[in-house]
């Protein structure tokens, strides 16, 4: 579109000129909004006919403009333009380097890769934390598309860019969902959604979170096996099938009938096995038969979380060449780049229920050391409360470094206590104890 000077409700300038990136639906385009640059998302009239709701996605994003934000992980509106010509657009509440992200449709394309295993967990915990602060505003996505997931390419953190589809809960009137609903159905919706059975809602977040989960870890979509690929064209009728009325895992416990197909499927194929064998449990939990026909709740954001804390503690670096790994349990680990044989864990680290292992490079988190668990805040996940350090000239034991701002107590298997200041090291042993404020670390040798 050419540069365009167009009036917002708040009666600002908005300045619109070239295209940037292009979400699942709308653009996002350079802008000055009141002489000042920003990021504009614009829909034109033709995308806004093509999803059936152009005018309701215009009024619920107007609402938005008196909502605050979910939280740091969202693209929400700050402003929006009147509507002209069956188009609009709203301006985005942050200034975001664009270059420095890539949708998560790219990267199952195999247009772009993470650099590290620490990259994608964090990725996903950044997308668990993200939808935990929209359950706390009490919102839920109506559609949603993988290039509507933006990564960055070296963090992981995520921004979504789909704040007009977020709305308030709805109840539901004579049997019927009162929200209204984009003309497609999205792939990332529950089965009952996409059925138009219910409205969006709590359970049809969590179905959309782990799809989402599975596509960072797996690079493909948790139904699309077999089956998909015997359609020419994934038209209406097609989706209705494959996410709605016949949803079938591709590695379903007692159901190998939408198996991956090899040479469409590799991704996932390639990958399943690079995980330890929880997290392939946890997600055939998350789309078994009885959690898809809503026979069982879905799995939570928090055990989402939980599982993949549990994962970035796992990832170890090779000592030899600096190479990322997931440490396997109970198995003999090799570089994947080198070959030569991981080291496993000799101390771990217990934190409530979990036993965390120990490698020097790895941190432990604010996220673990909360006392009610809270994984809504921000940047909680990729906090560092703690770093596993190996001194140069003592290769046999390993420190913890304190790198919270508070005083921890470090109470050894005497029972004698000292305080261990912020940036203080201890090293660790078994049978010794640290308190934080929040939580209590035991270490132990298993």
């Known amino acids: 579109m050419e540069t365009a000077v167009i009036k917002s409700v708040r009666n600002r300038e908005i300045q619109v000129s070239g295209p940037v990136v292009r979400p699942g639906v709308g653009t996002v ?4 909004y009141d002489g000042r640059p920003c990021l504009v998302k614009w829909f034109s009239g033709k995308e806004l006919a093509e999803t059936g709701c152009g005018r309701e996605l215009y009024e619920n994003v107007k609402a938005h403009l008196d909502q605050t934000s979910p939280g740091k992980y969202f693209l929400w509106p700050a402003d929006v333009s009147e509507m002209e010509q069956g188009s609009f657009g709203y301006v985005l509440d942050k200034d975001v380097d664009m ?14 890769y993470y650099e590290r295993w620490s990259v994608t967990v964090s990725a996903a915990l950044s997308l668990i934390t993200a939808f935990s602060q929209l359950r706390q505003k009490q919102f839920h996505f109506l559609h949603m598309t993988e290039d509507d997931i933006f990564i960055h390419r070296k963090t992981g953190q995520v921004l979504i860019a789909n ?8 109840k539901q009137k004579g049997g019927e969902p009162a929200a209204w609903r984009p003309a497609s159905a999205s ?18 977040d969590n179905h959309m979170l782990a799809a989402l989960l599975f596509e960072i870890l797996y690079l493909q979509h948790p139904l699309e096996g077999c089956r998909t690929a015997a359609y020419p064209v994934m038209d209406e009728e097609a989706k209705r099938t494959v996410y709605g009325t016949a949803p079938r895992f591709v590695y379903d416990d007692e159901d190998d009938s939408n198996q991956p197909v090899r040479g469409i499927h590799n991704n996932l194929i390639n990958r399943w096995k690079l995980y330890p064998g929880y997290v392939g449990e946890l997600f055939s939990a998350g789309f078994s038969q009885e959690t898809l026909s809503a026979k069982k709740p879905y ?42 044989p991981l080291p496993g864990p000799s ?3 217990r934190i409530g229920e979990e036993a965390y ?25 990729a906090l560092e409360a703690g770093r596993f350090l190996r001194p140069k000239n003592n290769s046999s034991v390993c420190h913890l470094q304190n790198l919270t701002d508070r ?40």
């Open 407 to 446: 005083e921890w107590t470090v109470v050894d298997e005497n029972g004698e206590e000292r305080p261990l200041e912020p940036r203080e090291t201890v090293i660790l042993k078994a049978g010794l104890k640290i308190a934080d404020e929040g939580r209590t670390i035991w270490v132990s040798q298993e």
């Open 163 to 170: 704040g007009e589809f977020a709305m308030k809960g709805r």
């Open 347 to 349: 101390l771990y680290c």
């Open 99 to 112: 270059a420095s992200y890539m949708s998560l449709a790219d990267l199952m394309e195999e247009k772009d």
């Open 187 to 204: 792939r990332l919706l529950s089965p009952a959604c996409v059925m138009k059975r219910k409205a969006a809602d709590q359970a049809s």
């Open 29 to 32: 385009r350079e802008a000055e």
């Open 299 to 340: 799995v939570t954001a928090k055990q989402w979380h939980s599982m993949f804390v549990k994962l970035r503690s796992h990832i170890v670096q090779c000592p030899s060449c600096g190479t990322e790994n997931i440490w396997q349990p109970g198995e003999r680990c090799r570089n994947s780049k080198c070959r030569k």
């Open 357 to 381: 292992p120990v490698f020097p490079g790895g941190s432990l988190y604010q996220c673990q050391l909360e006392p009610e668990g809270n994984i809504a805040g921000n940047d909680f996940y």
